[in-house]
């Protein structure tokens, strides 16, 4: 019967070192897909702005979108808006800068 339980044993680290791997390769398809996800977003991101930049209305719209979707403070510092505790305030315009300009 020792043979069994070594046969058993080998199984069981195979089963491990597999396990192991399957997580690797998971968070690596994980990490890839992240980073395709972000190149899109910044593609978007780039023909939005300079849509932005073209036409008021349109970037008018954008502001009351942003406003009521950026609920993260420390996004919505960022995108110099104000506190989701002045929600109550009318939306601030995202103001573009020049340096900020993408070609899409």
Known sequence: ?????TALEKLLEQESKLQTAIRAAKRKAAAAA????GERCRI????VVA???AAPDFAR???GVIERHTTNPKDRAAL????AEKKSQPA???QVKKSEQ???
């Open 44 to 47: 978007i991101g780039a023909a």
């Open 80 to 83: 110099g808006l104000k506190t």
């Open 92 to 94: 601030v315009a995202v």
């Open 1 to 5: 019967m020792p043979r069994q339980s």
């Open 51 to 53: 849509e932005m930049k």
């Open 61 to 63: 719209t954008l502001d």
């Open 102 to 104: 993408v070609s899409a």
């Open 34 to 37: 992240a980073e395709v996800e």
